[in-house]
């Protein structure tokens, strides 16, 4: 009798048992979620006489593990970790990453990757240099056109600020200046200062001064419009000149008059027949069409 009640009671220790078993693997298995999400990289405390010049990351991945219902209501949208860089030195420095605080104490997520796990930063010191500024014009073919000179910046000279390494190389810094095609007389203009990556200059815009000698007028160019010499022979042109009205620098030589063409599109060819063509008015930057636009007719002569 008794090792009967001792055999019933093994039966319920192990029904017991495998119950045990599969609630642990519902509550800490099953009901268990893992995901990845980003992490937002704030930096502090960064020492006014160094510069980061690479290694700076805007953000990492976490990997998390908890339960179900937890792991579904964190904002993976409002994850940040600070990372300090009081302690930074110049050359190369090693900073691990940290998981974010809400996630770091909380004991019911485990924290199972960081990628990457830690910031390879390369820092240098922070150089200041008053340097000329160089000023030239950006374009030759316009400063020959409209004769331009008298060119002149104030200031004359910048405080850059930036890594040793590219402040030890600058003795001065060049400033391309645009010159205003229609520009006549007396002409100003501020002008931003173009600098390295991670160079500054102070001031950061200048003004810049220049002189065009020539006035603009107003003249007639008589050309012939140009046909490609695939359709030239199929296609008779009406008018076979045309008078173009143009805004020009005043002193302009014939070599700079020939670049003022027109031109017929082959696509704007009449297949049949005869067809009222606009033609393309190739203008350089300097010249400005006034007059009314150029139209031609156009008739298919030939197969």
């Known amino acids: 009798m008794i090792f009967s009640d001792v055999r019933i009671n093994w039966h319920i220790l192990l029904i017991s048992f495998v119950l045990a078993c599969g609630l642990w693997h519902t509550v800490t298995v099953r009901d268990r979620l893992e995901v990845q999400a980003e992490v937002t990289l704030n930096y502090r405390s960064m020492p006014e006489q160094l510069m980061i010049l690479d290694g700076m990351l805007k953000s990492f991945t976490i990997q998390v593990r908890g339960p179900r219902e937890l792991v579904k209501s964190l904002d993976t ?19 691990a990453l940290e998981a974010p605080l809400t996630i770091a104490e909380s004991r ?14 390369e820092a240098e ?17 316009l400063v020959h056109v409209l ?8 200031p004359a000279s910048v405080s850059l600020r930036g890594p040793e390494s590219a ?11 645009p010159l205003d095609p229609t520009a006549t007389g007396d002409y100003r203009l501020p002008l931003s200062v173009n600098t390295p990556p ?12 220049y002189s065009v000698v020539d006035r603009r007028v107003v003249r007639e160019l008589e050309r012939t419009p140009i046909l490609d010499a695939k359709h030239a022979p199929l296609y008779r042109v009406t008018p076979r000149k045309v008078t173009l009205a143009l805004e020009l620098p005043e002193g302009l030589d014939k070599n700079a008059l020939e670049k003022i063409r027109v031109v017929i599109d ?19 930057k300097w010249a400005r069409q006034v007059g009314p636009p150029v139209k031609l007719d156009v008739t298919k002569t030939g197969k």
């Open 198 to 209: 991670q160079v500054t200059a102070l001031p950061g815009t200048v003004l810049v001064s």
């Open 108 to 121: 019911a997520l485990d924290v199972m990757r960081l990628v990457p796990n830690h910031l390879v930063l």
């Open 266 to 284: 082959a696509k704007d060819l009449p297949l049949s027949g005869s067809a009222e063509v606009t033609p393309v008015v190739e203008l350089p």
């Open 167 to 177: 402040i030890k190389k600058m003795h001065n810094l060049r400033l391309d200046v």
């Open 77 to 95: 949208r409002m994850l940040t970790s600070a990372v300090d860089l009081s302690h930074l030195r110049r050359g190369t420095n090693v900073i």
């Open 125 to 141: 010191d922070v150089l200041e240099s008053t340097v000329p500024l160089e000023a030239r014009f950006s374009d030759a073919e």
């Open 147 to 154: 004769k331009a000179g008298n060119l002149q910046v104030a």
